[in-house]
């Protein structure tokens, strides 16, 4: 069933690499070659429309609700800047799985959207197919780190250049989270835990999801990291934990069939099979946990607000950081997007840069963090009495992010025009194990042998 699967994967990884190579986009070395000038400022009174593409707008409840604020409060700030705000083109569930075959149909009909919010998986892709343009070349190296530096809060520093690529700027870090453990503080009191010493390794998760299950019949834990639906940024934090990596440094071969992904895997197979960890679809997992029908779950923060808002009046809702593997430094990895220019209009490539200060401003993360529960990359607003201190003492569930966010790595993008392929085979390989008691090892290794050809150079 895999092998089926990971065949039509390739058709489509074909199909792609056409489609790119019709319309401009296929050739690497061209997209980057291509020259792109300083654009000037705005003048007064100079009227320009421009089209934001984001799938916060295809996820409802707070997602839609707070963007769709921060787009009115930009046009109040900017009233000769129109911003169309739309979702990403495509029929999934998940709007941010449409996010890269969006752009790039747009592109190959000749409109792409003038600003557009795309996943740090797809890096890689997006500089070298998708075109979009280098920030410094744009408005300046210095104007792009003044941006970073910020008015009185920089962005943390290990945010800072999760956007660049050979030693540019494309995408300016927009939202993310790292892996946070969630847990029931009134599931754990029921099972005879206490809720002031929440797991700090995985071991200790096991036991206290044991407990849990036999003492009150609830879920023990869910780790919203082994699924395709997932995608792999949490995945990638479980392993580098572990002392591994999916992709080695030179990024020309897989490494995620090595005995640190390996013995991730066989570990969240055991609370599969032993009845602690459900199995569970993503959304049934979060919602679930939402619920309160499920005692710990390892989940970005973009969900946050779901879980705060099931919880009110009924259970008590906290967070920890994510446990580490027994004598093994936690490295988190993170989730989300930055914000990347594709308008070829020297006007909307200004205006989109507005928009896209915007959005990374203080006031705008503000917002964010206090809606939905993201990251507030400029971190110092945490302890700003005049920012976010007050709400973070209010709201502890933060906490554990912003502590992560200090020794954070990147979420790592797969090369090449078959990314998502061997992105995707991957995670089947790790979700066939987990929920379908697939061989870890087995399963894994065939992964990696059918990805190795989609590499760049065949993985040579």
Known sequence: MQKNRFQAGVALSVALALGAAGCGLGDTASTQAAPVTRVPELQPGQQVSIVFESYNFGQAGAWTDTFTELIAKFQQAHPNIKVTAQKPQGTSPNPATDTVSSVQSQTAAGHPPDVAQLGFSDL??????????????????EAVQANFTGTTHAYAPTARALGDWDGKTYGVPFVFSTPVLYYNASLFQQAGL???????????????????KKTTGKGGVYLDCLTKEAKDWCFQSLVRSNGGQVLAAD????????????????????????????????????????????????????????????????????????????????????????????ATDPAKQRAGWELIKFLTSEQAYGTIATKIGYLPLRSGLADDPAGLRDWVQQNPLVKPN???????????????????????????????????????????????????????????
Not at 124 to 141: E, I, R, S
Not at 301 to 318: C, E, I, M, P, Y
Request: hydrophobic content about 40%; proline content about 8%; overall charge neutral.
């Open 251 to 342: 990024r020309k071969s897989l490494s995620y069939a090595d005995q640190p992904a390996v013995d991730v895997v066989k570990m969240a197979q055991n609370l599969v099979d032993t009845g602690t960890s459900p199995k569970l679809a993503q959304k049934q997992g979060y919602e679930a946990f939402a619920r309160g029908d499920i005692g710990m779950i390892l989940e970005t923060s973009a969900v946050q607000a779901t879980f705060v808002k099931g919880a009110k009046g009924k259970w008590d809702l906290r967070s920890a950081p994510m446990p580490a593997f027994t004598g093994k430094p936690v490295v988190p990895t993170n989730s989300g997007a930055s914000l990347f220019v594709f």
């Open 402 to 460: 912003l502590a992560q966010l200090k020794n954070m790595e990147p979420w790592v993008s797969f090369p090449g025009t078959s990314y998502l392929q061997i992105r995707d085979g991957m995670m089947e390989a790790v979700e066939e194990a987990v929920y379908q008691g697939a061989d870890p090892r087995a399963s894994l290794d065939a992964a990696k042998a059918q990805a190795t050809p989609l590499l760049p150079g065949g993985g040579k």
């Open 194 to 212: 206490d809720p002031a010493k929440p797991p700090s390794t995985w071991d200790e998760v096991r036991t206290a999801a044991d407990a849990i």
């Open 124 to 141: 890689d892709f997006t500089v070298h197919q998708l075109g979009a343009k280098p920030l410094d070349d744009l408005v300046g190296k």
